[in-house]
C-alpha cells in the first residue's frame, strides 16, 4: 500500500500560486507529491502514519518541505539551471537532477531524525593498560627494539 503523501494538490497549489485543474496536471501532481514525501520520510527516518496508514501530526516544517520539493519538481521538469528568452541562452546542467531535497531542507528535517543508533553509549576516555614492553619483565630493563 503506498502511504499517503505529506501534502495534498489544494496546497500544492497554493503554494504554486497557479490551479491545477486538468486530469495529467492533477495525476501529475499526485506523483510528485508522492515522491517528494518519500524524500522528506526518508531523510527524517519518520513515516508520520498511524498503524491504520491515516497521516498524524504532520509538523508545518515538513509540510512546507515537502510543497517546496514538490513544487520545483513540478515547475521545473527539465532541470533548468539558467534560461533567457531574448537571444536565447539557456542552461541545463544542473548537480542535482529530478526530485531532491536542498541543504537547507535537509537541516530543517534533521531534527526530526533523532538518534540513529538509539540508547545510551559511552565514550572511553583512557587508554588502557600500558603495553608490558614499556615496563620491563620482572624489574628488568626496559626492552626496546633493536634500533635504539
Not at 486538468?22 to 507529491?33: G, W
Not at 531523510?43 to 515538513?62: A, F, K, Y
Request: no cysteine; net charge negative; glycine share 10%.
Amino acid at each position: 500500500m503506498t502511504p499517503a503523501p505529506l501534502a495534498d494538490v489544494a496546497a500544492l497549489e497554493k503554494w504554486l500560486g497557479e490551479a491545477i485543474t486538468e486530469d495529467a496536471d492533477v495525476q501529475r501532481a499526485e506523483l510528485v507529491l508522492r515522491f517528494a514525501s518519500a524524500l522528506v520520510r526518508r531523510e527524517s527516518g519518520r513515516t508520520w502514519l498511524d498503524d491504520n496508514g491515516e497521516l498524524i501530526d504532520v509538523p508545518d516544517d515538513v509540510h512546507l518541505v515537502t510543497l517546496a520539493v514538490a513544487g520545483r519538481a513540478y515547475v521545473d521538469v527539465e532541470g533548468w539551471v539558467r534560461e533567457s528568452v531574448d537571444d536565447w541562452t539557456g542552461e541545463k546542467e544542473s548537480a542535482e537532477a529530478g526530485v531532491y531535497l536542498t541543504a537547507a531542507e535537509e537541516s530543517i528535517l534533521a531534527a526530526f531524525k533523532g538518534n540513529r543508533y538509539g540508547g545510551l553509549g559511552v565514550v572511553e576516555t583512557t587508554r588502557g593498560d600500558a603495553p608490558m614492553h614499556r615496563l620491563g619483565l620482572f624489574g628488568q630493563e626496559r626492552l626496546l627494539p633493536p634500533w635504539y
